[in-house]
């Protein structure tokens, strides 16, 4: 089958042999008659197998149970107003009804970049079987603009993706896409940009740059790929295009209820004299930014960063969302339709923090094995000695709805935070003040990298590779295999995966000893063919704006790796920067512009649970990131001109990464049907609260993402006797699911499904279903189909 996805030009073509290279490393392989090229795709093809045998043992069917279910009324309540948390800056000052800070430029814009719903597996959870079945909410870029009003030059985009991480593909073509707008955004590049990603796990996957993660997704897809770049494209744009000027106000809180740590045996590795500084394992802080225009005092956005993963959204479930930080933008979105103050096209951006090691399953990880026992403390594992039954669980885990209603909780937590932080700043703030807006960015080669640690040792980072504990999993999501947490290294662990990791690559003795105390087990960043399996290249980058300074971390940062970092920027900028004359305020974003893994403290790195597992470059690796920032700091200064140098470019594997995702053939109307009839109507009357479902002849949504449009609404008849759309893809109430019901006649069913709130005003309503099918001949045509009304009533 060939398509839009079936680039293979390793296989068949470039499969022959080439000259044999005898070094050390290929001596341990058995397959010497062999290129190496040959092997790693013969390789990656048998992991993909392998991997697809587990899948049948772990997933007999399509999953999909999606309990009916009321969630809270929050948009009135929020929660109680909470001290602010003082662990992070000074205390607010004093009330004032005008602004007081500095002017800038700021512009927000918003688009979707939802990818292909089904049939492509999720990137984050790296599970082969979680692959897309529909759409309960459509994930979206946010773009923040900042400008210096005097040099305008001078600017920073702050890009959100609703997506596991930032990528090197993504950004490449981002900077592309923004080089191709033209001489109006010459200002934006490599320096100023910068591509975090809110660390969901239930958006499609197959856009990674790099091997490894594209394993489960069984490589790289277009259309995956594409949809993000384009819509990343659309948010600049409408962010450079709402440019004006204006004010931006700081507030913090305390969510303590929003987040845990799910590795406490690791953090409490810490020194005692560093964790007595702080009140929790996590970090409680909300940090938000509000955007506000100076012609008419409306607020344009706000963005907040807070540490928690993006994992309420269970391993297996196989809809579209953007995770309890999806829920939170789209509830703040939603109640600043409705607000005085904001502006329209207000954007909410909840962006994540040092995620490492926090989960949203606050209700702790325990064993799904019938002995009620919470997982070991050590190594999460359960009385088996296994970690597979070791689940963390959301506030709404009874529900059994694969997270969706936990999911809706953590978002509302961040959602009622975040208000709470915007109702408060016209009272107290701290307001941006210094006009400057400055940036850098730079590529590091993380392999074999020295630094002075500030004690004046000589250390070094590492190539790329990931520990025994990485195969393990997290309690968010346990490894398929029996490989446990905090592993020793001389595992029982999977024969398995000993055989393919000494496959693989087996490391060098350099590699062995620069990445102790941690037992390799896929050397990845020494695995070349047949292009690179992670990056051993990232991005260093750090914004500033006014006394904001945004450092940008290409890992997952763990709750005292972010501290840690944090606290080595404010003091090195209090000094150096401000002089004393304001107090930095100093957040992390990201997983952003590449994605490399985690990134655990030296003390953390030596329990090897798997956040140190998949510290890629080794023990040093904070603190290499800490000198490299603080290295550069000076760029952030008001009067720095230049930049470092950009260092060496990254592999871009955008053409010649493998694929073996087929693309769609065609869809077929069963006799006596056409597209868009709806087979199961909906009864004729509901009680707010009900879930009202209807069932179409569907074709499949890959023909069409129907970007910045939906596949599913519901419809309702107003005074004058028209239909009017008042829900679509972006709400959460609303699924859409899809399933293929015959593979050769190319039928597939579509079920709408609205999980009506107990808001949903009384009324008479229908659902309807937005389609497009593709003819033997490849032509695709849009269609749309519509259920009877009926009536909801209180
Ligand atoms: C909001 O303001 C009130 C009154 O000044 C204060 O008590 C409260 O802690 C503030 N809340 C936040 C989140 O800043
Ligand atoms: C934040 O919340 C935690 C947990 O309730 C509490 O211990 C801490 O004192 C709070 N921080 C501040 C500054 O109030
Ligand atoms: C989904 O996974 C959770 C564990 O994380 C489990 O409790 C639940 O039973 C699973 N649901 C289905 C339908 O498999
Ligand atoms: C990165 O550093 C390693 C070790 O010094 C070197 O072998 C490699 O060529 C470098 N990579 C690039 C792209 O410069
Ligand atoms: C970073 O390491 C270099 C040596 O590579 C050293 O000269 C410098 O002092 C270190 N910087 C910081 C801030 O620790
Ligand atoms: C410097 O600190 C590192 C990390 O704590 C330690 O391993 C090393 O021994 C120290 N070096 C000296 C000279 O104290
Ligand atoms: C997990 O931790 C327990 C308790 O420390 C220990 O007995 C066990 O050996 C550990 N298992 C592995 C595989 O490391
Ligand atoms: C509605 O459709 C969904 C998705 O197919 C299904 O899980 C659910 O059981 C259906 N609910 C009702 C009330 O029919
Ligand atoms: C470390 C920490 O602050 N943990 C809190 C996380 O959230 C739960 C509730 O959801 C609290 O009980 C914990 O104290």
Redesign the pocket.
């Given at each position: 089958m060939t398509g839009e996805d079936s680039q293979s030009p390793y296989i068949g073509e470039h499969g022959k042999s080439t000259k044999q290279k005898h070094d050390s490393r290929t001596q341990t392989m058995p397959f010497l008659r062999l290129s190496r090229r040959a092997i790693a795709v013969a390789v990656a093809t048998i992991s993909l197998m392998i991997l697809s045998v587990f899948a049948v043992w772990h997933f007999e069917t399509p999953i999909f149970d999606v309990s009916p279910y009321v969630w809270v009324s929050s948009l009135t309540t929020g929660a109680s107003l909470r001290a602010y948390d003082g662990e992070t800056t000074e205390a607010f000052p004093l009330a004032r009804s005008t602004p007081v800070g500095d002017k800038y430029l700021i512009g927000v814009g918003k688009a979707d970049i939802t990818g292909p719903v089904v049939e492509i597996n999720f990137g984050g959870y790296a599970s082969l079987p979680q692959k897309g079945t529909g759409l309960r909410q459509r994930i979206y870029a946010r773009t923040f603009i900042i400008g210096d009003v005097s040099k305008p030059d001078n600017r920073i985009a702050y890009i959100i993706l609703d997506t596991q991480s930032g990528d090197a593909a993504v950004r490449i073509g981002i900077l592309e896409g923004v080089a191709a707008l033209g001489s109006d955004y010459a200002m934006y590049g490599a320096s100023n940009i910068a591509v975090t990603g809110t660390h969901q796990h239930s958006g499609p996957g197959a856009w990674f740059n790099y091997l490894l993660p594209q394993i489960t997704s069984l490589g790289f897809s277009q259309q995956s790929y594409q949809a993000i770049v384009t819509g990343a494209l659309l948010s600049i744009q409408r962010a450079h295009e709402s440019l004006t000027e204006g004010y931006l106000d700081i507030g913090m809180t305390n969510i303590t209820d929003g987040n845990l740590s799910r590795s406490l045996y690791a953090y409490m590795a810490n020194p005692a004299e560093e964790r007595a500084q702080y009140h929790a394992s996590t970090d409680t802080t909300m940090t938000l930014v509000r955007l506000q225009r100076a012609s008419d005092l409306k607020n344009i956005g706000v963005l907040s960063w807070y540490p928690v993963h993006g994992t309420s959204m269970l391993e297996n479930n196989t809809h579209v969302t953007g995770d309890n930080k999806g829920v939170a933008a789209y509830l703040f979105e939603k109640k600043m339709a409705s607000d005085a103050n904001a502006a329209p096209g207000f954007v909410a951006g909840f962006s994540q923090a040092n995620v490492g090691d926090t989960t949203p399953n606050v209700l702790g990880a325990w064993c799904d094995d019938g002995s009620g026992q919470m997982c070991s403390y050590e190594n999460s594992t359960c009385a088996d000695g296994k970690s597979e039954s070791c689940h963390g669980r959301g506030p709404e885990f009874f529900k059994l709805d694969l997270g969706v209603s936990s999911c809706y909780e953590m978002g509302r937590r961040q959602y009622a935070g975040a208000l709470d932080i915007y109702n408060n700043l016209s009272i107290s703030s701290i307001p941006v003040v210094g006009t400057s807006v400055k940036s850098y960015h730079f590529y590091q080669n993380m392999s074999f990298f020295?630094?002075?640690?500030?004690n004046g040792s000589t250390v070094q980072t590492c190539p790329a590779a990931l520990g025994y504990s990485f195969a393990a999993g997290t309690t968010d999501g346990p490894g398929a295999f029996d490989f446990t947490q905090a592993d020793s290294g001389s595992p029982n662990a999977s024969p398995l995966w000993a055989v393919v990791s000494n496959l693989l690559r087996t490391p060098t003795d350099e590699q062995t000893l620069c990445q102790h105390p941690k037992p390799i087990l896929l050397d990845v960043g020494e695995m070349s063919e047949p292009y690179d399996w992670s990056p051993n290249i990232v991005d260093m980058q750090a914004l500033r704006v006014g006394q904001l300074i945004i450092i940008i971390s290409p890992s997952e940062a763990t709750t005292m790796s972010g501290r840690r970092w944090r606290n080595a920027v404010h003091s090195e900028a209090a000094s150096t920067i401000f002089k004393g004359s304001v107090d930095p305020v100093v957040v992390l974003g990201g997983p952003a512009n590449v994605y490399a893994h985690y990134c655990a403290t030296p003390e953390e790195y030596g329990i090897q649970r798997y956040e140190a597992a998949s510290t890629l470059y080794g023990p040093w690796e904070l603190p290499a990131y800490?000198?490299l920032t603080?290295?550069n700091l000076a760029y952030l200064a008001p009067d720095a001109t230049g930049a470092p140098p950009v260092g060496p470019t990254p592999p871009d594997n955008r053409q010649t990464s493998l694929s073996f995702i087929s693309s769609v053939v065609f869809d077929g109307e069963p006799i006596d049907r056409t597209f868009g009839d709806c087979t199961s109507q909906p009864s004729t009357s509901y009680i707010v609260g009900d879930v009202i479902n209807a069932t179409f002849v569907g074709a499949n949504p890959r023909n069409n993402l129907r970007l910045e449009g939906t596949f599913a609404a519901v419809e309702q008849l107003d005074s004058t006797g028209s239909w009017v759309q008042v829900r679509d893809d972006n709400d959460w109430s609303l699924v859409y699911t899809w399933e293929r019901t015959d593979t050769i006649l190319g039928h597939s069913s579509v079920v709408i499904s609205w999980e009506s709130e107990i808001s949903a005003e009384a009324g008479t309503y229908r659902l309807r279903y937005y389609g497009d099918s593709k003819s033997l001949l490849g032509t695709i045509t849009g269609f749309s189909g519509v259920s009877n009304g009926f009536a909801i009533t209180t």
């Open positions: 020295q630094f002075q640690l500030p800490i000198n603080l290295k």
